[in-house]
């Protein structure tokens, strides 16, 4: 067993903290930080405070074993993501980890939902913000499919589109109203797919998933079903490990999750 010297004495805790401005929206993010070398760090103490015209509208904690993680990363925006004509503010959260997880968290600022929070956990792959016909967008990726039907590093993410609801408060999947991107994406599962297929070592099975997902969303379903029995006979689902559903068993496991998770509908 070996002990610290009793001389190495803890950093002391450091606040740092982040300020916005946008038009009569302020925010202020406060966290506090202590070193421990090598880039190592404890964070507690996640603080946010928001004020319209002055008025304090939020006023919140925030600190989480996640969010306050040693490999946490935090940063502070004033965004319109609800439509309203009013910035809300925006907490975006990286909590460390291996292929995990980038948080957000909505704070209103304006209306009947003024003050209150809304949290979405947008897994690996993150998102980024997009302006469509007047409308902010979330461009993100079904973090769901990671790790289901094979092992990360061979998953499809098929894409996602979100939406902030100012009525309801809520994070709602627009996915369909984008089918441009939707498009997009499955050309890129199919070039992976057909990259794979056949091989003695390959594992299609995770982008092979992705773009059985978006042709779904394009109303190609029959496409999917026809290139699953095809690769089915071939063999090409069976040529991977067996940790997960393979050959007959993984065609049954997509088509379940599939409709469970609303792509077939």
């Known amino acids: 067993m070996v002990c610290s010297p009793a001389s190495a004495a803890a950093a002391p805790w450091k606040q740092i903290a982040f300020q916005r401005h946008a038009g009569p929206v302020s925010a202020v993010m406060t966290v506090e930080r202590q070193s421990h070398g090598d880039g190592f760090f404890s964070f507690r103490k996640l603080h946010l405070v928001v004020r319209v015209h002055g008025k304090t509208v939020v006023d919140r904690q925030l600190c989480s074993g996640l969010r306050c993680g040693p490999g946490s990363h935090h940063s502070l925006a004033l965004q319109n993501v609800a439509g309203d004509g009013q910035a809300e503010a925006v907490v975006s959260i990286y909590t460390g980890g291996a292929h995990c997880c980038f948080d ?40 769901r499919f990671a790790y289901t039907f094979t092992a990360f590093a061979a998953s499809g993410l098929p894409i996602q589109v979100l939406t902030l609801d100012p009525v309801s408060g809520r994070f709602v ?78 065609v049954s496991a997509l088509n379940r999750d599939l409709q469970r998770w609303g792509y077939t509908g």
């Open 104 to 143: 957000t968290i909505v704070a209103f600022t304006n209306g009947p939902r003024a003050g209150r929070l809304v949290e979405h956990d947008f897994g690996d792959p993150g998102y980024k913000g997009v302006r469509y016909e007047g409308l902010y967008t979330f461009v993100t990726a079904d973090d």
């Open 173 to 250: 999947d627009v996915t369909r109203t984008r089918l441009d991107l939707v498009g997009s994406d499955a050309k890129v599962w199919w070039r992976a797919y057909v990259s794979q297929r056949g091989k003695q070592d390959g594992d299609v099975r995770g982008v092979l998933a992705a773009w059985c997902a978006d042709e779904y969303r394009l109303h190609q379903g029959a496409a999917c079903s026809a290139e699953l029995a095809r690769a089915l006979k071939a063999g090409w689902l069976s040529r991977a490990p067996e940790l997960w559903p393979a050959g007959p068993k993984f």
